[in-house]
Structure formats: structure tokens, C-alpha cells
């Protein structure tokens, strides 16, 4: 087993010699003659065509597919991966592609390392393979040469050997060379591979570019979900509940209507639970998506949920209207902490806080219950922390075994 | 207080539309004009001078709170213009901010359900209708659950007597209500209005101011 993590740490241990970092350095360079000789035939022939104009991308994007190559093979000298460096185009469809592909400054790199590597690094690579490998195995198969020929054999066919002290001398000083040719070849092969990651591998603003897609889809998906929990509020008020209100206003006239007897004992019976399908559909439109938050904004909406627990809440809310995704976050979190301090911690007591200070949104739910909230638990403040996380978020969880907690969202914002 | 209402009703669903006009109907009332959305609100309140308005919350363009900021605009030019508001969910702020329009007189605001419990619904357009100030038992529930101040000075009882005020009912509906003498819920009242720090004046007034201090 390899307990050097990298070739350049490897090389200065007292085992280099013993473990697979070598044979590892003398593959990545030796199997460079494969990829080395194909590469310098695809340039010959692409260049071919290319006086057609025709080849021009393909020659460019063929430094793309090398690349790729180039960087599964570094995996021999490098353990740490190499991402590739491309972004994924925004739309669908080979032109976007392309497009995409022509204007990336690392597209271009991976070009000029094709070139560079067809003409110049890996006739090198097998140059230095066969110089620190080859000429050393070659002098030490003196001996055998010595025995297939009987009479006479050459140490790498100049100096000439007939005895057998003499064949076995010149073995002997061949693997000595080996040992000693493997260090410069490691090193030559870690530089080789530092060559191929400088040029390959996603440049700093590259990765960060990354990040901002992931966070900007993110983002995205954020908002279609709270679209969608909008359309099915919307569609649960304008058509589920004003059916049922005109349903329960037809049964309320009906039992005014009713004679006295079974018919209106069905009726009242009838009345009586639609009242209470109402009031559960109501409940659940709300939680769905509180017409107050879009009307009145976040503030109105605490104090509303407020309103609603089950536990006795004291406000101090101090806000002003911020982004409608901001403040449904906020929101859904309070309510999630006002539920869990119901439900779990057995609170009796919750104080709320909120403010907007130098664009920075904090709310804090306090309770008085027994703690033990983890926010890593796969509760439903984990997707809150998500939720959080797109807007840039943060949501801190300090409730230790036997209370109380402290629930503290932050997110950065502007007020309107 | 007169026994036949001529009614302006807005709301944007058809079925509840219809549905409230035959309700009203069946009790002599009249709705003079049913409307969809708040402009069409305002123009019929303007062409048919109703005793009363009655409007959901939400409505055309914006779904959000055109139809009470269009009851809110209408006791402002009308103060004396009784206004019910039927409203999809109880929501404080909404019933503070319209009993705040006006002098808080002649005002209702009620969970949209209510309309199905239809002799308490009728009853009570007619208590705003007549003057009377009613808010929503829900709001008043969500309300008692919370301990606000300055009502912590009020004992339960107190608090009790408030809610049914808050619902528009009359000294003698909450003496039978809470089975107790008419005396002892003007004892009540009294003393809910001192320690609310509300100053002897006209009666019913003071008692919507008791209300608003109530939602707030």
C-alpha cells in the first residue's frame, strides 16, 4: 500500500524505491507513446482537412477529446482528481455547444496542449522511459546475452564484454543505474503531470463560475417550487373552497327549509361537517401559502404565526418589506421552530425577534422546552437549512438536552 | 334599521355570487348589484346608494387585497356607509385596518365559512348594517390564545365579555350568553373600559375603541 499521497511526497521517503510510485511514474510516461502517437496522427490528418476549412472546430475540439484522455490518465502519477474545465451550456442543442465550446478560453488550452503534446512532450516522455529505464535493463541482460551468444555480448551495444565477471559486472551496474534513473524519472513525470494539470485542469475562476450555475439553479429551482405552492393555493381558494362555501350555504338553507324529522337530523349532520372540512382546507391553505406574507409581508405573517401556535408567543418584530424569497423562508422557518417547540420540546413559552440591520435579516425563536434539537437529524430543519442555504442563508441550532433552544436564521438582504 | 336591505355584493366566484344572492333573497334582502371584482365594486356602490356592502378580500387583477382596500376607500369617502367584509381566512391585521376606516361603526368582518351558518350570517349583517361593529370569533380565539398587552390587566371574565363586544353583540345577548344579570355585564364593561384607560363618553363608541384595542 502507497502511504505517499502524491509522487513529489513518495520521492523523498526512504521506501520510494520499494513501493509502486516508480512503476507508476515509468507507466504514465511510457503509456504517453499510445495516446502520443495517435494524437500526432489525428493533427496530421485533421490538419489534412483543415485546408478544407471543414476540420477547423474538429481540430480544435480534437484538443478537447485528448484533453479528456490526458486528464483519466493523469490518475497514475496524480491522485487527485481532474475535473474537466468546460461549463455546461445553458440551452439544449449542438450549435449552443459548440458555441459554447469555441469561446472558452479553456477549450483553447487544451488546443495549444495538443499541439504542444503531439509535436514535442510525448516523443520526450518516451525518450526519457527508454534513457532511465531502457539503457539499464539493457546492460543488465549482459549476462544473457553472454549465454545465447557464447562467445561475446555488447553492454548496449558498444562496449564490449566476453567474460562472465565482466557480464555480471555490467548487470550489476545496470540495476544500480536503475535505481538511481528512477528518481529523475519520477521527478520528470510529476513535472510532466503538473504540465498537463496547469493546463487542463478548471482554472480558479472556472470553479467559482461553476459554483455560481449550481447556486443560480438552485435558486431557480427554489422559486419554481414556491410558484408551484402558489398555483395550488390559488387553485385550492378559487375552486375547492368556494364549492365548498356555496355547498354549505345550500345545506344551511336546506335545514332552514327542512321539516322537523330524520331529513333534517341528515342534513344538520351533513351541514355540520362540511363546516368542518371548510375549516381544515382553510388550515391547509394557509400553511400551503399565507395570503398575508404576499399582502403584508413578513412582519404581518409572524405576527400572524404568532397568532396561530399553540404555545403562547411574545413578539418584537421590527421589519421592512424585503424579497418575496427571503421573507418566505424566514417565514417557513419560524413556523417550523414554532411547531417543533410545540410538538417536541414541550415549551411554554416562545419569544420571537426580528430584525433587518445593515442588510442583514436575523430572526430568533427562544423557547423554554426541554432542547435536544439537532439540525442535522434529518428533521425538517434540514430542508430549511437548504432553503436557507440558496438565499445565502444560515440557520444555527443551539438547544442542548434539557433546553432551552435558540433557533437563529440569518440571511443577507436589502430592504425594499 | 330597515328590515328589507338593498345589497351591493362583490365577489369574484360565480357560485358564491349566485349562492349569496339566493341566500339574501330568502331573507327579504335585496342585493341591488353583484360585482366581480373592486372597480365594478365602486361604481355600483356609487349608482345605487346600497345600506350595505358586502365584499370578499381577494379578488381581480391582483388576487391579493383589492376588495378590502376598496371597502377601506369606501368608508373613507362614505363613513357612514356600512361594510361587511367576508374574508377567505381570519387575519388580525385585516380586521384592525378596517375597523380602523371610519369610526369603526357599522363594520363586520367575517371568515368567508360563516355564510353557511346562514341565520347567524343574516343576523349578522343586519347588526352592521344597523351600526354594530362585528369581528370574527376566530379572530377572537387567535386572539385569547395570545396574552397581549394591554389586555394582561383584564381578568378571564373580562376578556369574555370583550370577545362577545368584539362579536357586535348588545349588553343583553352577552348577559344571556355568559348566563349572568345585564348589570353585571355593564359592571364589566365598566371596568374593562377603565383599565383600558378609555375615558367616559359616548357608550357605544368607547366600545369599538374597546375592540380596536382588542385586535391590536
New interface residues.
Partial sequence: MDRANTLWQALTRRDFLLSAWPWRAAGYLASSAATGALALTGLLVLAGFSLLLVGLPLLVLAGTGLAAVERRRLRLVDPEPAPGPHRTPAEPGLGAWLRLRLTEPATWREFAYGLLYALVLWPLDVLAVAAAVGLPLAAAATPVQLALDGQEARVVKTVLVTTWPGALAAAAAGLALLLLLLYPLAALAGARAQLTRLLLAPRESELRERLGEVTRSRARLVAAFEAERRRIE?DL??GA???L??L??????A??DAPEGPLADRIAAA?EE??RV??EL?EL??GIHP??L???GLA?AL??A?????V??DTDVDLPRLDAPVESAAYFAVREALTNAARHAAARRIRLTARHRGALLAVEVHDDGRGGADARAGSGLTGLADRLAVLGGTLTVDSPAGGPTLLRVEIPCRAH | MPSALRVVLAEDGVLLREGLTALLGRFGHEVVAAVGDATALREAVAAHEPDIVVTDVRMPPAFQDEGLRAAIALRAERPLLPVLVLSQYVQREYAAELLDSGDGTGVGYLLKDRVGQVEEFVAALARVAGGGTVVDPEVVRQLLRRRRDPLAALTPREREVLALVAEGRSNVAIARELVVSEAAVGKHIGNILAKLGLPPAEDTHRRVLAVLTYLR
Fill in positions: 390559488r381558494h378559487d373552497q368556494q364549492r362555501v356555496a354549505t350555504m345550500t345545506l344551511g338553507l335545514r332552514l351541514h362540511t363546516g371548510l375549516a382553510r391553505i394557509h395570503q398575508v404576499a399582502d403584508h404581518a405576527d400572524d404568532a397568532d396561530r401556535s399553540a403562547p408567543v
